[in-house]
């Protein structure tokens, strides 16, 4: 194994070069491709890239359960600017991921096992498998729910969800997938049309951003659990693999960056406007003193807004939980396909190849989402509680993550004159540390709870 330093120095065909080398050799690799090329508009290839979909994809089923469970337990107060703070931490990070693939022509997992060691970059991998597969399980929930709204039985939702990660496979072309993903995604916009229906007080919504106000009192563990899983909604670990990853695929080289920067931070604006619509619908099951126990486990979130807003909001709501449970199942299933691929020396590793000539990075991609699917079948599943501890999870796990991404970023012998700047250091470490005691709080909160220690 090379020392850390040589990394920078081996481009991706093992001929000696810089920085600029792996880039060029990135770009010659995929330059029939390259994303400028694409027949799509300017405006077009602004909204239809990693970047974009990574944020989207953050607008997942657990995500978007996490922001109607807070509208629905807090209303409109505290908790709404959060997650807009969430979505411009995304963005840092994301852009870190999308600058250090575009760089180095090499995924996350892959730069993570030459950079630190084949130790670090499996147990990487393997952590990032366990937590995808929790949250591919949510994802399918989420599915199940929004078709169950219309009576569409499980198994038939459940091999839906399946299905289209199968579709994704099938092209052979990266472009192909990223358009299937982007056309869905199109559609987390219905969670903004729902909060129209909600009819919600527009003093009150500004009132909200301007000040932070105060949420109303419940236990301590119940909102250090609200606020890791809107964390964990945003900022997560599977996210630096999708992004890095698909940016190689997708054939991005230096002079690309200031693109994918514009489109990471469209999608960081589209998906906030839209997980924050999220919350307002469900906030007059707040207002209405609603309680959701009495709805599947807390997770029909549809059929409780239903007397409230209308049968079209809710149904809306349904179809909006079966969008962000699709082009999550699409994107997470990818960086686990990603991740497992790039630890494994001469495995196809990309969407641009047949699932022949790439059958570790296809199988794995379709298989973690049948295993996903069989789990949900499984009755008696606590739905809500899942998917809320599904992000909490996450949370947990990115600050290690967020450890070697600021690392890799940041050296100057990987990165050249693209690394990090001390702001963007700055802005990552402050990051790393919030997510890191977000997560150790509610952990340590929770366990003196158990003790019966109850003074907080």
Not at 77 to 91: D, E, H, V
Not at 360 to 386: E, Q, R, S, Y
Request: charged residues 10%; positive net charge.
């Amino acid at each position: 194994m090379p020392p850390p330093s040589d990394i920078a120095f081996v481009d991706l065909q093992g001929n000696v070069g810089g920085p600029v080398g792996v880039a060029a050799a990135t770009r010659a690799r995929f330059a029939p491709k390259r994303w400028l090329r694409l027949r799509f508009p300017a405006a077009a290839a602004l909204l239809v890239g990693p970047g974009a979909l990574a944020m989207l994809g953050e607008n997942d089923g657990p995500s978007m359960l996490s922001y109607a469970t807070s509208g629905a337990t807090y209303g409109l107060g505290f908790l709404l600017p959060f997650i807009i703070a969430t979505f411009a931490a995304a963005y840092v990070v994301q852009e870190m991921a999308m600058r250090l693939g575009a760089v180095t022509g090499r995924g996350y997992g892959e730069l993570v096992f030459q950079r630190f060691g084949r130790v670090w970059g499996w147990a990487s991998a393997v952590d990032l498998a366990i937590t995808n597969l929790i949250t591919l399980v949510t994802e399918v929930i989420a599915i199940r729910l929004g078709m169950g709204f219309f009576g569409v039985p499980p198994w038939a939702a459940v091999a839906c969800a399946v299905l289209l990660v199968a579709m994704g496979s099938w092209g052979g072309r990266y472009a192909t997938w990223e358009r299937l993903a982007a056309g869905l995604a199109v559609f987390n916009l219905l969670f903004v049309a729902v909060a129209v229906f909600a009819r919600p007080s527009a003093d009150q919504i500004l009132h909200a951003v301007a000040t932070w106000g105060p949420t109303p009192k419940t236990t301590l563990q119940a909102f250090l659990l609200i606020l890791a899983s809107n964390i964990g909604a945003t900022v997560t670990p599977w996210m630096l693999f999708f992004q890095q990853s698909a940016s190689v695929d997708k054939g991005m080289g230096r002079r690309d960056i200031r693109r994918g920067r514009q489109n990471t931070a469209i999608g960081a604006v589209i998906a906030a406007v839209t997980g924050c619509a999220a919350m307002v619908a469900a906030a007059p099951l707040f207002t209405h003193h609603v309680d959701m126990s009495h709805y599947q486990g807390g997770a029909g979130f549809a059929e409780a807004l239903r007397p409230i807003i209308g049968a079209p909001g809710a149904a809306l709501f349904a179809l909006g939980l079966v969008e962000a449970g699709a082009v999550a199942m699409l994107t997470i299933s990818a960086s686990t396909a990603y991740s497992i691929a790039e630890m494994i020396s001469g495995a196809g590793r990309s969407f641009n190849a047949s699932p022949r000539q790439a059958p570790l990075f296809h199988a794995t991609n379709i298989g973690i989402a049948i295993l996903a699917g069989a789990v949900v079948l499984i009755p008696g599943a606590p739905l809500l509680t899942l998917s809320l501890n599904a992000n909490l999870l996450a949370t947990i796990l990115m600050p290690a993550a967020l450890v070697f991404l600021l690392m890799m970023s940041g050296d100057r012998q990987i990165m050249g004159a693209d690394a990090n700047s001390r702001t963007v250091t700055a802005l990552g470490v402050a990051i790393a540390v919030l997510v890191a005691v977000a997560g150790s709080a509610y952990a340590v909160v929770g366990f003196l709870g158990a003790l019966g220690i109850h003074w907080f």
